[in-house]
């Protein structure tokens, strides 16, 4: 539940803090006759993004075994590059996130007529993307953890999310986005290198990868997965507990190169401030 929880909060919150700080932007140049064409953009986004996810959702169980355990390998291939993307993305613009909108939007009223197509267009791609990542990373979710908790958390996430944009917008909250995506994203990168694991676990099962499949070791008896930790720890990190040597060294092989890269410095980017 806390994952999908974290990750529609982290997804939801970047989709909230978009769009209350291009409708703040669109209220202090007069602009606010726009924020129609601005909603219409996100409500689009967001209907489209919940469609795809319930098709794939609903015809992935129509697959025969070897077929959705591929499937299933390949969503979690996909929400580990998604959320990999994401994390170094976030990384690199968080800091300057607000005047890149601003420059958008005015860029995209620029133009010399249908402004507000324009508009629509900018805020639909903006928030597509965020919905699009978290489709893809709650369908690998939700196949990894079964049962309401999953998708509770997911929406659990989403309305603190929703709220905390609200805030925003009408100032209630500042936030040190630089503080916040940093401790997120680490917590995101371990999760994605149990996802990658756990894509190697499918692509067995499925019949496509068969090396190195001995166990690596049996923490069974010590720290089982049927225990309140354990389960906890699967739920959140993906651990199992007779992992084979081809997921230790997928985690590892993922994990420890997105680690060095994710603690180097940045270079020439201004001071993180708080966005309100």
Known sequence: MFVPFLIMLREGLEAALIVSLIASYLK???RGHLFVAMWGGVVTAAVLCLILGLVINATTGE??????????????LIAVFILTW??????????????????AVDSALAQKN???????????FAVAREGLESVFFLLAAFQQDVGMMPPLGALL?????????????????????AV????????????????SASAIRAFHEAGLW????????????TLSTHSLFGTLLEGLFGYQETPTVSEVAVYFIYLIPALVLFFIPLRNHAPASAVR
């Open 28 to 30: 202090r140049t007069q």
């Open 157 to 177: 996430g989403l309305a603190t999310a929703v709220i905390l944009g609200f805030l925003i917008y009408y100032g209630g909250v500042r936030l040190n986005l």
């Open 210 to 221: 068969n090396h190195f499949q001995d166990i690596a070791f049996d923490m069974s008896e």
């Open 114 to 124: 249908n402004h507000s197509w324009a508009l629509i267009l900018m805020v639909f």
């Open 180 to 195: 916040f995506f940093k401790w997120t994203s680490l917590f995101i990168l371990i999760v994605a290198a149990g996802l």
């Open 63 to 76: 697959f025969p075994q070897k077929e959705q355990e591929f499937f299933e390998g390949l969503i979690a």
């Open 86 to 103: 994401m994390v170094f993305w976030m990384r690199k613009v968080s800091r300057n996130v607000k005047g890149q909108l601003e420059q």
